[in-house]
């Protein structure tokens, strides 16, 4: 390719290694400071808004950052995290800590696309491939220096990576609706968890309606409802397979199995699933057949997370999954969801857990886990109210995924070379 160069990424500057004190150094405001696992939790290509700040007095014992700095990940805890890495393009004096890598570009390199290059899919099987250790995964300088980088003339770096900074800029307020949404769906389950909803559509009101509550040992309900432990309110309270399994590649006549990580935010993600044979869901599913409206719950490790079986389908699920079998005539599997998902239940889902490295709710404590008990009818309308907002936020979730492949297949195309920007810059120049 003309006017472009393909090079090694310590050609293109200087590496140096991140310093830093103790967490006794850490405050609520002070000097910003870019920790290493940030680098994989916070910051993404760029560093936009920091997250740890030290002590001033403790500052001159980490490593001062330069506008243009690209500090990287040393350590992680699997080989897809180290590596990772965010450029500083801010003004304010930050610092970065230690387990870190801090690369200065030389001039004629655009730090803002170099950040880019170093954070695509083929700059992560590298790094991956490079990593030293079994529990804590460690890279050094030594290994970024020969990260293969496709260099092109300064003003078509710059135009690059102002095309994927348009792209990333529509993903980060596409994912600040999300969390918005999110924060309204956890007060919108307080509210409706402790309120309910009227005949009316609207919530109770304890303050201007106090007769219309009762005290409980879940606190002020309204007057309607019950409380009952769950597993008075189940035909059956168990747990995923306790047999090895053998998963298969995804084909015809195959099963979804789950695993924990299929769970999250009141979804069961079938994508993530596993997959067996209809023999072995034969052998494994007696017992806990699958069944529309019953409830999973992660019961182990990532405890805590709750989805109904909308419509029937076979599948089956490690043992780390509780399923629940409730009584639909009276208690619906969406609401308890709902319950299970709710900032009460997890409060009482981190009491009760047992174990150290993996903690468990068992199935008996879950058992004994309070429902708080409307009518049928009212769990539907509260049922429904969330659902709404589910549907918004995946639909906001969907337009994200969509941003993503779009931004992968950019950089793909254009930080290899395979398709240049050459053209817009001759247009912006005529």
């Known amino acids: 390719m003309p006017e472009t160069l ?4 310590g050609d293109l500057g200087t590496f140096s290694r991140g310093q830093g004190g103790t967490k006794k150094d850490a405050r609520l405001e002070g000097v910003p400071c870019v920790r290493y696992g940030e680098l994989y939790t916070a910051h993404h290509i760029r560093i936009r808004r920091f997250v740890s700040f030290i002590d001033p ?42 387990d870190t890598i801090i690369f200065t570009p030389r001039p004629g390199a655009d730090p803002v696309f ?50 994927l900074d348009t792209v990333d800029e529509a993903i980060r307020k596409t994912e600040e609706i999300i969390a918005k949404l999110e924060q309204v769906k956890q007060g919108l389950l307080h509210d409706l968890l402790t309120r309910g909803i009227d005949d009316n559509g609207e919530l109770r009101d304890p303050d201007r309606h106090p007769e219309q509550f009762k005290d409980s040992p879940l606190g002020r309900i309204p007057k309607a409802w019950e409380v009952m432990p ?20 995804h084909q ?11 769970i999250r935010d009141g979804v069961i993600h079938w994508d993530r699933a596993a997959r067996i044979t209809t023999r072995t869901f034969a052998e494994i599913s007696r017992g806990r057949e699958p069944d529309a409206g019953m409830v999973l719950y992660t019961a182990v490790g990532s405890f805590g997370h709750a989805a109904v079986v909308s419509h029937q389908r076979p599948f089956a699920f490690q043992r780390h999954i509780a399923c629940i079998y409730p009584v639909q005539n009276r208690l619906r599997g969406g609401y308890l969801a709902l319950i299970l998902n709710g900032p009460q239940a997890r409060r009482h889902a981190d009491v009760v857990a047992i174990g150290n490295a993996q903690k468990t709710v068992t199935l008996g404590e879950l058992s004994k886990f309070l429902v708080p008990l409307p009518p049928t009818e009212e769990q539907d309308r509260l049922a429904s109210r969330v659902a709404t907002l589910d549907r918004r936020i995946g639909a906001e ?34």
């Open 230 to 249: 769950l597993g008075a309110l189940s035909h059956r309270v168990t747990d995923g397979t306790h047999q090895a399994v053998r998963t298969v590649l």
């Open 114 to 163: 170099l950040s880019y290059a170093a954070n695509t899919t083929d700059a992560a099987r590298f790094k991956a491939r490079l990593g030293q250790g079994s529990s804590v995964i460690h890279i050094g300088a030594k290994h970024l220096q020969g990260l293969p980088v496709w260099i092109p003339p300064l003003p078509e770096q710059r135009r690059i990576a102002e095309i």
């Open 6 to 9: 393909t090079s090694r990424l």
């Open 252 to 262: 015809d006549n195959t099963v979804p199995f789950l695993y924990v990580s299929c």
């Open 397 to 430: 979730e969907h337009d994200a995924g969509k941003l993503r492949l779009v931004k992968q297949g950019l950089m793909e195309d254009l930080l290899t070379g395979r398709v240049r920007v050459t053209a817009l810059l001759e247009e912006a120049a005529e």
């Open 57 to 98: 007095a403790a500052a001159s014992r980490y490593t001062r950052l330069a506008p243009g700095d690209i500090v990287f990940a040393a350590s992680g805890e699997t080989h897809a995290e180290i590596g990772q890495g965010a450029v500083f393009v801010g003004d304010e004096p930050a610092v970065a800590g230690g």
